[in-house]
């Protein structure tokens, strides 16, 4: 494959494709002695695939940010050079706490308290005061009678399942689910099914067959509140009435609209009437609450138990830090004060005006309304060039392309906040024609020195 095809059509699980082919496992040195594999020489050219992308300035992904969380920010590439300075749609800051003056005060308060770390297991003595009471805080707030918290939110998905399922259950999962969930899946258990999007058909289709074939077994069903791929959200009610008549257990990540949306700061899960009526719930802070970390919680106070003494990123790691644990709680009171309403409100009214301008404008944005909005932008060299021309034209946004999606369907995620104005909204949609001008006529010059056959989307 030339530099060019690699750059503007090859996945990051391309380019660990190609390099696999250039030195394969147990390459012989001659024909008769097969030389061990090497797990580090193997992946040592994936540096020089990955660098073609600056062949073409592409090489947007893994920005670092200059200074704080705000709509307005500054971004270097990997390599540290400048790339982007101007509208910040790439963080996740839903309500704009990060920089909220009383949550800093909390973390500052915190430190003075009990210093920076948890310095222990919360099986041993990794909990403060300030965790406990956000455990509780917190399965009030969802309607349950415990939660555990996480430091991750990853390792809370994770962590729950790989708790809940043993390796004869089943997982039924939404097939768009969160890597932290497939990997808990896959880790659990072989007998992982998915069913298509949302598909509450093909969910009890899942459950019919292996209810016949396994009568006995137990079973999880997982998916999501919000998507943030598509920004859509399932018929929870309906999700759990199925795991009840299949004595299935439900599992529900909020991580995307917890905070953030619902009249009282609940998501889904209040707009669909499903409050303390799922069987457990897990999320993520880093979306809403300022901060690193997730929870899991349940109507059955044994699971708690069971993640506190037996779960992996719970057990055998250090609790959450107190600063985090500050963050969370001062982030929970304003989620739950009218400054919270106003603030879910003003994201609300963000998302709604952005969506409009980019339909108006003959764009196509997926699912409902949320701090989430999924522009596609279509194949994998276009996006990219689009995003260098969005980045070089003061528009800070990331890119998802395959596999994460499918390949003619490279979106912008674009991460709303609640401080963003339609101003800077009104902006991002001036820059993105001028953007898309820019990223077409590019491909069609690098295309027009291709042959018919090779020509790149
Ligand atoms: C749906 C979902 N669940 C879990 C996580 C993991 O959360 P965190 O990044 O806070 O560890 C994420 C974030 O990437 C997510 O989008």
Redesign the pocket.
């Known amino acids: 494959m030339d530099r060019t095809t690699i750059a503007l059509q090859g996945t990051l699980a391309g380019f660990m494709a190609e390099m696999a082919k250039a030195q394969p496992a147990g390459a012989a040195t001659s024909s008769t002695t097969p030389r061990p594999a090497s797990l580090l020489d193997r992946l040592s050219p994936l540096p020089y695939g990955w660098d073609m992308l600056d062949d073409f300035s592409i090489d947007t992904f893994a920005k670092q940010i200059v200074g704080p969380v705000l709509t307005r920010a500054q971004a270097h590439d990997r390599k540290g050079r400048l790339l982007a300075s101007g509208i910040n749609f790439a963080s996740q800051d839903y309500l704009s706490l990060a920089c909220h003056p009383q949550i800093q005060t909390a973390a500052v308060e915190a430190i003075a308290r009990y210093g920076v770390h948890s310095a222990g297991s919360p099986a041993l003595m990794g909990n403060t005061t300030l965790s406990v009471e956000l455990e509780q805080r917190l399965a009030s707030f969802l309607g349950m009678r415990s939660c555990a918290l996480f430091p ?3 390792g809370a ?1 994770y962590g729950a399942i790989r708790t809940l399922v043993r390796a004869t259950d089943h997982v039924v999962i939404d097939h768009l689910s ?1 890597a ?1 969930l497939w990997e808990g899946a896959r880790g659990a258990t072989r007998n992982v099914h998915s069913f298509a999007h949302l598909s509450v058909k093909e969910l009890e289709e899942n459950l019919v067959r292996i209810r016949q074939q396994d009568p006995s077994g137990g079973i999880l069903v997982v998916t ?1 509140s919000l998507f ?1 791929m598509d920004a859509d959200s399932p018929d929870l009610q309906a999700h759990q009435d199925l795991a009840r008549r299949y004595h299935a257990t439900l599992l529900v ?1 909020v ?2 609209d917890l905070g953030s949306m619902g009249p009282t700061g609940l998501g889904a899960i209040e707009t669909q009437n499903m409050v303390g009526k799922i069987d457990v719930v897990m999320g ?1 802070f ?1 979306k809403t609450f300022a901060a ?1 970390g ?1 929870f899991v919680a349940c109507n059955e106070p044994g699971l708690k138990l069971a993640i506190r003494f037996g779960c992996g990123p719970h057990t055998f790691t250090n609790a959450m830090s107190p600063v985090q644990a500050a963050v969370v709680l001062k982030a929970l009171d304003i989620v739950q004060s009218p400054e919270g309403q106003v603030r879910r409100q003003n994201l609300l009214n963000n998302a709604l005006h952005l969506r409009q301008v980019l339909t108006g404008t003959g764009h196509t944005v997926l699912g409902l309304p949320s701090a989430v909005v999924p522009l596609v932008v279509g194949g994998i060299g276009h996006s990219r060039l689009l995003t260098r021309f969005m980045l070089a034209g003061g528009m800070l946004v990331n890119l998802v392309e395959h596999p994460a999606v499918a390949r003619d369907a490279s979106r912008l995620r674009l991460q709303i906040m609640a401080d963003h104005t339609f101003e800077q909204i009104d902006q991002f949609a001036e820059v993105l024609a001028e953007a898309t001008r820019q990223a077409v006529d590019e491909l069609g010059r690098i295309n027009q020195a291709r042959p018919e056959g090779e020509l790149l989307r």
Do not use: I, K, P
Request: net charge negative; charged share 15%; glycine share 20%.
């Open positions: 991750t939110g990853w998905g969160h932290c999501e943030s990540d991580a995307h993520s880093s690193n997730g």
